[in-house]
Protein backbone atom coordinates (compact mmCIF):
# COMPACT_ATOMS: atom_id res chain seq x y z
CA UNK A 1 0.00 0.00 0.00
CA UNK A 2 3.21 2.22 0.38
CA UNK A 3 3.23 2.55 -3.44
CA UNK A 4 -0.35 3.63 -3.60
CA UNK A 5 0.18 6.12 -1.36
CA UNK A 6 3.16 7.66 -3.07
CA UNK A 7 1.36 7.90 -6.36
CA UNK A 8 -1.43 9.32 -4.67
CA UNK A 9 0.67 11.79 -3.61
CA UNK A 10 2.08 12.12 -7.48
CA UNK A 11 -1.30 12.35 -8.70
CA UNK A 12 -2.22 15.94 -10.64
CA UNK A 13 -5.92 16.35 -10.61
CA UNK A 14 -7.52 17.64 -13.94
CA UNK A 15 -7.18 21.59 -13.57
CA UNK A 16 -9.86 23.42 -11.31
CA UNK A 17 -11.12 19.99 -9.53
CA UNK A 18 -10.90 19.57 -5.57
CA UNK A 19 -11.66 15.72 -5.90
CA UNK A 20 -11.28 13.80 -2.65
CA UNK A 21 -9.90 10.00 -2.64
CA UNK A 22 -10.69 6.80 -0.35
CA UNK A 23 -10.98 3.45 -1.30
CA UNK A 24 -14.18 1.29 -1.76
CA UNK A 25 -15.42 -1.49 -0.17
CA UNK A 26 -14.94 -3.23 -3.63
CA UNK A 27 -10.80 -2.02 -2.76
CA UNK A 28 -10.63 -0.01 -5.55
CA UNK A 29 -9.84 3.77 -5.51
CA UNK A 30 -12.86 5.98 -5.62
CA UNK A 31 -12.64 9.84 -6.46
CA UNK A 32 -15.41 12.20 -5.71
CA UNK A 33 -16.99 14.89 -3.60
CA UNK A 34 -19.84 15.65 -1.04
CA UNK A 35 -20.74 12.81 1.53
CA UNK A 36 -18.89 9.72 1.71
CA UNK A 37 -21.03 6.67 2.44
CA UNK A 38 -20.04 3.63 4.73
CA UNK A 39 -19.06 1.53 1.66
CA UNK A 40 -16.27 4.55 0.78
CA UNK A 41 -18.41 5.73 -2.78
CA UNK A 42 -19.02 9.64 -2.60
CA UNK A 43 -21.90 11.31 -3.09
CA UNK A 44 -20.81 12.75 -6.43
CA UNK A 45 -18.45 10.42 -8.03
CA UNK A 46 -15.77 12.16 -10.10
CA UNK A 47 -15.33 10.43 -13.29
CA UNK A 48 -13.08 13.05 -14.81
CA UNK A 49 -10.04 12.38 -12.13
CA UNK A 50 -11.16 8.73 -12.02
CA UNK A 51 -9.90 8.57 -15.44
CA UNK A 52 -7.01 11.08 -14.97
CA UNK A 53 -5.46 8.69 -12.34
CA UNK A 54 -5.87 5.64 -14.24
CA UNK A 55 -4.04 7.20 -17.17
CA UNK A 56 -1.38 8.73 -15.21
CA UNK A 57 -0.95 5.01 -13.03
CA UNK A 58 -2.48 2.17 -15.12
CA UNK A 59 -1.07 -0.58 -13.37
CA UNK A 60 -3.26 0.72 -10.02
CA UNK A 61 -6.32 -1.09 -11.95
CA UNK A 62 -10.03 0.73 -12.27
CA UNK A 63 -11.29 3.60 -10.30
CA UNK A 64 -14.53 4.45 -9.43
CA UNK A 65 -17.13 5.98 -10.84
CA UNK A 66 -16.25 3.08 -13.52
CA UNK A 67 -16.89 3.39 -17.45
CA UNK A 68 -19.53 1.30 -19.12
CA UNK A 69 -16.62 -0.69 -21.43
CA UNK A 70 -14.64 -1.49 -17.28
CA UNK A 71 -17.99 -3.07 -15.72
CA UNK A 72 -18.51 -4.93 -19.12
CA UNK A 73 -14.92 -6.06 -17.88
CA UNK A 74 -15.98 -7.20 -14.43
CA UNK A 75 -18.75 -9.05 -15.69
CA UNK A 76 -21.58 -6.37 -15.08
CA UNK A 77 -24.39 -6.45 -17.43
CA UNK A 78 -24.81 -2.81 -18.22
CA UNK A 79 -27.10 -3.09 -21.54
CA UNK A 80 -29.88 -0.11 -20.52
CA UNK A 81 -32.48 -2.93 -22.25
CA UNK A 82 -33.92 -5.03 -19.24
CA UNK A 83 -36.71 -7.26 -20.81
Not at 54 to 79: I, N, R
Amino acid sequence: MATMSKQLIKFVRPKGHVCRVSTGIHYFLTFGTGELDDNGFWENGCAECARAFEKQFPKCGACWPHTSEQLKEMGFDVSTNRD
